[in-house]
């Protein structure tokens, strides 16, 4: 019997991996594709295009040529998820351009004036250059301060009983009133202030007490807005669990509903000081201004920062480049005093989270 040998099969060819031949798109596919869009605005550039027509031109070659690459490799659909993305990140980048525009402007006019003098002296006497911020900066916090005293406890009370106990009518009015002051002008609530305080204290009252309460006035919507909505997060099995173990329902309040919710209430806090760090109408009714440190919010005008660079803006003097360079330190200052809120509400969010092993 005699056997015929077959050929052995011949080892299997190493095909290179591009990420194409399974379907996928490379890593390097979209960074490539957005450089060589660059590359198109740049050569339309140089070749004598307007800025703005190379600028349209780049992104309207990454919107066309990477969901159309991505079509011819991957299908339909994820050629769509691509575009999508696509359409989402050039929106996000035209919202951000102009915040990063305007903290560039900001710190590039600002940061040659914001020296030790501008942070520890005020402008007692001063009238070319020198002087410094330090009675604004000591006004702006201190009314800030006291607003934020007078807001927080009133805003989250106010959240609690209409997510906790309010119904019926009363939750509705409140409700109601809480919509229509969001939208209150700045400048009605100094009024209001003002027309308070004149009332005891007769028309030429200027203090920094009536400008945190009319900040207040500003400040206790929002509080009561961004609790409430943190408020309805929190789960209702958490409040049956301790429901379920006797604990009161104030207690539960307390001990869990507040405490789950407060790294949010912290951002909303943050943001709703945001709000009215920045208000110059109000503290120009009632708070006024003043030359000198004034660290007493019942006696005596205050200056603030907002006011403080309104004046050095619009009235800079006999020599205007140096008020004008006070205004843009002291905006600097206030942003400056804006991010550090920010990073604190941010760490104190980190601290009050609910840790989870997932």
Known sequence: MTTTATPTDSPPQPVLDTGMTRGILPRWAVPAVVAGAVAVGLVAWLAGVAVPMAVVC???LIVLALPLLSWRVEGARRAKDRFV???VSIAFSLAILPLLSLLFTVASNGIGRLDGEFLTSDMRGVLGPGGG?????VGTLLITGAATVISVPIGVMCAVYLVEYGKGRLARSVTLLVDVMTGIPSIVAGLFAFALFA???GPSIRFGIGGAVALSVLMIPVVVRSVEEMLKLVPNELREAS???GVPKWRTVIKVVLRTAA??????VTIAIARVIGETAPLLIIAGSTTRVNSDLFDGRMSSLPIFTYYSYSIPGAQPEF???RAWAAALTLFIIVMGLNLIARAISHYFTIKTNR
């Open 263 to 268: 790294a949010g209430i912290a951002t909303g």
């Open 85 to 87: 993305t696509v359409v």
């Open 243 to 245: 429901y379920a173990l």
């Open 199 to 201: 009332i005891f204290f």
């Open 133 to 137: 911020a330090l009675h604004a900066i």
């Open 323 to 325: 008020g004008v360079d």
């Open 58 to 60: 780049a992104v309207l």
